[in-house]
């Protein structure tokens, strides 16, 4: 099976700042990489799809890059509505379709 | 709109069964796959499996390959998993969430239900 892993585990910045989250698959998985937000007690949200390809209805300071094995998570000025925990998950291949153990964004 | 509501919680001793429902409304369910995701207290997104309501193909995670049924009954726009033997380790919130039809779209959730929490307990 294919394993993630994400860093950092948590991290904490200020409203405005840019964030960087990194995800690392075990083998290479293409750009077959999804990125999920999720809050407290809430469903996760997919954000971006394919590595790259941000959702329709998710703000455009979100940004997705990578391929292979090395994956990233901007956020390009962080909003309050931003704090939460981001999880990676591969969708290459066979299940299972992992994901990693999560990144908490925190308030500085 | 599109919307799936879940079963509620449910308090299981070791060894029973459970079988968790997801209504999807919105859509037509044989044209979409259902993925089913669960989240232990305090802990991160495991997938569970994902069946296809199109084609009726399902895919479960190794470990959970004999424990685990996943049905999707087009006639009540309805997605079941049953999970069997069941542990103190299963104790966790339950999520379905629509997805593709097809094994390369499994994993493009775009709507979720609200999560069904599973409470083992002897």
């Known amino acids: 099976d294919i394993q993630m892993t994400q860093s950092p585990s948590s991290l904490s910045a200020s409203v405005g700042d840019r964030v960087t989250i990194t995800c690392r698959a075990s083998?290479?998985?293409?750009?077959?990489l999804n990125w999920y937000q999720q809050k407290p007690g809430k469903a996760p949200k997919l954000l971006i799809y394919?590595?790259?390809s941000v959702q329709s209805d998710v703000p455009s300071r979100f940004s997705g890059s990578g391929s292979g094995t090395d994956f990233t998570l901007t956020i390009s000025g962080l909003h309050p509505e931003d704090f939460a925990v981001y999880y990676c998950?591969?969708?290459?291949?066979?299940?299972?379709?992992?994901f990693g153990p999560g990144t908490k964004v925190e308030i500085k | 709109q599109v919307q799936l509501v879940q079963s509620g919680a449910e308090v299981k001793r070791p060894g029973a069964s459970v079988k968790v429902s997801c209504k999807a409304s919105?859509?037509?369910?044989?044209?979409?796959?259902i993925t089913w995701v669960r989240q232990a207290p305090g802990q991160g997104l495991e997938w569970l499996g994902w069946i296809s309501a199109y084609s009726g193909h399902s895919n479960s995670a190794h470990k959970f390959h004999d424990r685990v049924t996943m049905t999707a009954d087009t006639a009540t726009s309805t997605g079941y998993l049953e999970l069997r033997s069941l542990r103190f380790d299963d104790t966790a919130v339950y999520f379905c969430?629509?997805?593709?039809?097809?094994?390369?779209?499994?994993?493009?959730?775009?709507?979720w239900g609200q999560g069904t929490l599973v409470a083992v307990s002897s």
């Open positions: 919105g859509y037509t369910l044989n044209e979409y796959g």
């Open positions: 969430a629509r997805s593709g039809p097809h094994l390369t779209t499994a994993t493009l959730a775009h709507y």
């Open positions: 394919a590595a790259s």
């Open positions: 998950q591969h969708s290459y291949g066979s299940p299972p379709f992992t």
């Open positions: 083998e290479s998985i293409s750009t077959s």
